[in-house]
């Protein structure tokens, strides 16, 4: 009997070469050259983990396969398109006398990825608007022109933190708060081959950085150093923060169907970020800033905020400045001189219950957005004000995440 493999591939015809899927893979299963991304049958675990971070959903591709002819990545490599679904009945595709066998394990895993993987992807809150995705892709880019180009973090900050504002003029580029899209940089890498697409959350709302103006804005910071502090340029985020007002830029996207904002009256938001996790955070304020000034009545809005300093803090200023019946504001420093260093997940604890209370309504929506390490601190955090407040966090989480009401992207 042959056993019948779940092969999992990476669709040559949605995917564009960001490089996600294989930053991700924790098995190295994911390679690519200058024309295919593809995944190693050999290697690949099934562990999902780059299911979810897929801007495009080119890697949620597989294809039921004999584990003796599962496609080798030379062929993977030549695709323009991904072939069909070979129909494994047929003795001929499978080999006489064999059976076919799809390992349920598998089938199981899948759906369990695809509604609540690693880093927690989740269904849409119930009342998000429908997004566009994908509208445009590496050979049909949108041309975005730079309308504004402003530093957010002060000049003695130790990072540089932009807001970037482009303007789409005639075209079409409609977006949703939490959605991102992908930017081309000029130019070639090391190997001569033009650089993948680089992501960034929008931080404008739906009606535009300025309402009823098709422009979107960006927060970006300056990329100097690796992860490992050694001098290094980040290819997109230095062109994008170099960019002069009137230039050019090719744009692709939008991307993202989950890590979206509820509509209904009465929905509250709880927001988490670090640093320039602060984008989507914004869009999803600034919509309901619009909203609160026109008098509507909101549901409840908590944001936990963490930076160096309050000069590297973007959007400090507006964001102080916003009304305490509107948004219940808490600003978390880890290197002000003389003070003690503190996260995000430091006030949670100190506002744990205020933040029970949110939890506990059907209506509360948590997005969670910045440096992967802050990920398990709040999740700790979650834990621990639960259990304080006569709440089961690990009860709790799953049953958010398959509600579509908690969502995380770190990085
Ligand atoms: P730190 O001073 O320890 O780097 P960045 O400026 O690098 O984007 O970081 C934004 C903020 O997130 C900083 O205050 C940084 O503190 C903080 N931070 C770093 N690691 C974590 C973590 N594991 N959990 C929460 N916050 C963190």
């Known amino acids: 009997m042959t056993t019948i493999m779940r092969q999992h591939l990476i669709d040559p015809e949605i995917c564009i070469r960001c490089n996600t899927c294989e930053e991700t893979c924790p098995v190295d299963a994911i390679s690519h050259d200058s024309r295919n991304y593809v995944v190693d049958a050999a290697k690949c675990k099934l562990c999902y983990n780059c299911i979810s971070p897929c801007p495009t ?44 066998t799809v390992l349920p394990d598998d089938v199981e895993r899948i759906a369990a990825a695809s509604t609540a993987g690693q880093g927690g992807t989740a269904p849409p809150p119930w009342s998000a608007a429908h997004p566009y995705v994908n509208l445009y892709g590496i050979h049909n880019p949108a041309v975005a022109t730079v309308s504004g180009n402003f530093q957010l973090t002060t000049e003695d900050a130790s990072s540089d933190i932009r807001h970037i504002v482009l303007d789409f003029s005639n075209a079409s580029f409609p977006v949703l708060e939490g959605q991102t899209i992908g930017i ?18 929008v931080a404008s709302p739906r009606d535009g950085e300025r309402p009823k103006y098709n422009n979107l804005s960006l927060t970006v910071k300056r990329v100097t150093e690796d992860h490992d502090g050694m001098p290094a340029r980040g290819i997109g985020s230095n062109y994008l923060c170099d960019l002069k007002k009137g230039d ?14 509820p509509n209904h009256p009465g929905s509250n938001l709880l927001m988490i970020c670090t640093g320039t996790g602060s984008a989507p955070m914004r869009a999803m304020t600034e919509r309901r800033r619009r909203k609160f000034s026109a008098g509507e009545t909101l549901g409840k809005q908590m944001l936990f905020f963490g930076a160096r300093t309050p000069g590297e803090l973007p959007y400090f200023g507006p964001l102080t400045k916003l009304p ?19 996260y995000v997940q430091d006030l949670l604890r100190e506002r744990g219950a205020d933040v029970a209370r949110l ?32 709440l089961d966090w690990s009860a709790l989480r799953p049953q958010m995440l398959q509600q579509g009401r908690y969502h995380v992207e770190t990085y």
């Open 184 to 201: 081309l940089a000029p130019g070639l890498d090391l190997n001569g081959k033009p650089h993948h697409v680089r992501l960034y959350s």
């Open 57 to 100: 959903g080119a890697i949620d591709s597989w294809r039921n396969m004999p584990a003796d002819k599962a496609y080798p990545l030379a062929e993977q490599l030549l695709w323009d398109n991904l072939p069909g679904q070979i129909a494994l009945d047929a003795p001929a595709e499978v080999g006489a006398g064999d059976t076919a």
């Open 324 to 342: 305490k019946e509107f948004i219940d504001m808490n600003l978390a420093f880890s290197r002000v001189p003389g003070e003690p260093k503190r």
């Open 359 to 390: 939890l506990k309504d059907d209506n509360t929506y948590v997005y969670l957005c910045g440096l992967k390490g802050m990920e398990k601190g709040v999740e700790e955090a979650f834990t621990a004000l639960c259990q304080a407040n006569g």
């Open 248 to 261: 050019k830029v090719n744009v692709v996207g939008p991307y993202g169907t989950s890590f979206l904002m």
